[in-house]
């Protein structure tokens, strides 16, 4: 009886070329988010700030602030290269995303601690060449409408030669 009654709805609902809604897909968590973002830098391989290709991977996994950070760099960048031909510009080499200069080849996702709309997701990173180097960054996530996206990334390698404490600290505009 009760598909008599629904049988005229459904079919003014497909004639109308409307469907029927589909629940919502399962939220993203903050791990599984932290393992894309962590498999597109792989596949990536950058090197100082991203180019025009990488950057189009990258951006839709960034906040919008981070993304403003990484625009702002890579136009004084721009400038930097242009005004001095012959000096090194910022932002020109060594992994930006990682603790060690030369970046990580594998990672393995830890386990999450929320802080209402932050997610810190430690990452275990590794890099091999003569032996393997291991340490570990706190990807920072936040909440947005969209989902999940990357907010900062904590550099917490321990060596001399790593570019900050964090990325956005690394993007920060240079002082003259």
């Known amino acids: 009886m009760k598909f008599l009654l629904l049988a005229p709805l459904l079919a003014v609902t497909l004639a109308s070329g409307q469907t029927l809604a589909k629940p919502p897909a399962r939220a993203e968590s903050p791990a599984d988010f932290a393992a894309r973002f962590y498999r ?23 906040s919008p602030d981070l993304r403003r950070l990484i625009e702002a ?8 290269i242009k005004a001095h031909p012959d ?25 999450p601690t929320l802080r209402g709309e932050y997610a810190d997701v430690p990452v275990r990173l590794a890099y091999r060449r003569r032996g393997v180097t291991r340490w570990e960054d706190t990807l920072v996530l936040i909440r947005t409408p969209a989902g999940w996206r ?11 030669f790593k570019n900050g404490d964090s990325l956005r600290a690394v993007l920060a505009p240079n002082q003259p």
């Open 87 to 111: 000096e090194k510009p910022p932002w020109i080499d060594g992994d930006l995303f990682t603790s060690l200069h030369e970046g990580a080849q594998s990672f393995r996702v830890g386990r």
């Open 150 to 160: 990357v907010w900062d990334i904590k550099l917490n390698g321990d060596w001399q």
């Open 73 to 80: 760099a890579r136009v004084e960048q721009t400038a930097a």
């Open 40 to 62: 597109t830098y792989l596949k990536l391989k950058m090197n100082g700030l991203p180019d025009d290709r990488q950057y189009r991977s990258l951006a839709p996994l960034l």
